[in-house]
């Protein structure tokens, strides 16, 4: 195994991530201990100079305060939080390298509206997902009333309106839903 620490390169076909944290946890096997790190920097896509996690198997990932970029347009949005699991393998650890393709996510705005349709900022949110690790997670509305989330194909449930919204993510790209407040 290499010296040089863990990189991990995080690769979108859509969107491009720019810069956040990403707290890191590998799943414990019965030879080794659990491995993670908190608080890892993301500059330019890349996090860089992690210690070695003990061998290979899944990798739970947990962004927070990403800033990407959309391609097409190259607009940038602020996603609070992020999660995924993915496979570390020995040829990863040996080339102390791992590509962490975000090539199926989606970008979901989530509009808050009062019931006169006008935006509504600083707003607590709940999503829930329902993927192969359920998850929930808090966000908060930024200042246009919006809540960008990056998504997986699922099924998906924004809270802190009159009711749940329900989402159904199928393909990459883009989707809109909006909540509306009493």
């Given at each position: 195994m290499a010296s040089q620490g863990l990189t991990l390169?995080?690769?979108?076909?859509?969107?491009?991530?720019?810069?956040?944290?990403?707290?890191?946890?590998?799943?414990?096997?019965?030879?080794?201990?659990?491995?993670?790190?908190?608080?890892?920097?993301i500059i330019d896509g890349v996090i860089r100079d992690l210690t070695h996690p003990?061998?290979?198997?899944?990798?739970?990932?947990?962004?927070?305060?990403?800033?990407?970029?959309?391609?097409?347009?190259?607009?940038?949005?602020?996603?609070?939080?992020?999660a995924l699991v993915t496979e570390l393998t020995i040829l990863d650890l040996r080339e102390s390298?791992?590509?962490?393709?975000l090539v199926?996510?989606?970008?979901?705005?989530?509009?808050?509206?009062?019931?006169?349709?006008?935006?509504?900022?600083?707003?607590?949110?709940?999503?829930?997902a329902a993927l192969s690790e359920p998850i929930t997670f808090p966000g908060r509305s930024d200042a246009n009333g919006e809540l960008v989330v990056l998504a997986q194909s699922g099924y998906y449930s924004v809270s802190g309106g009159k009711?749940?919204?329900?989402?159904?993510?199928?393909q990459p790209g883009e989707q809109r839903v909006e909540v509306l407040l009493d």
């Amino acid at each position: 195994m290499a010296s040089q620490g863990l990189t991990l390169r995080l690769v979108g076909e859509y969107f491009a991530v720019l810069r956040g944290a990403a707290n890191l946890v590998a799943e414990p096997t019965p030879e080794t201990a659990q491995w993670g790190v908190a608080g890892a920097k993301i500059i330019d896509g890349v996090i860089r100079d992690l210690t070695h996690p003990p061998g290979p198997g899944r990798l739970f990932i947990e962004f927070e305060g990403l800033t990407v970029q959309r391609l097409a347009d190259a607009r940038y949005f602020e996603v609070q939080h992020h999660a995924l699991v993915t496979e570390l393998t020995i040829l990863d650890l040996r080339e102390s390298e791992k590509i962490v393709g975000l090539v199926e996510h989606t970008v979901v705005f989530v509009s808050v509206r009062d019931s006169a349709g006008r935006p509504v900022p600083d707003v607590e949110l709940f999503v829930a997902a329902a993927l192969s690790e359920p998850i929930t997670f808090p966000g908060r509305s930024d200042a246009n009333g919006e809540l960008v989330v990056l998504a997986q194909s699922g099924y998906y449930s924004v809270s802190g309106g009159k009711r749940p919204v329900m989402l159904q993510v199928t393909q990459p790209g883009e989707q809109r839903v909006e909540v509306l407040l009493d």
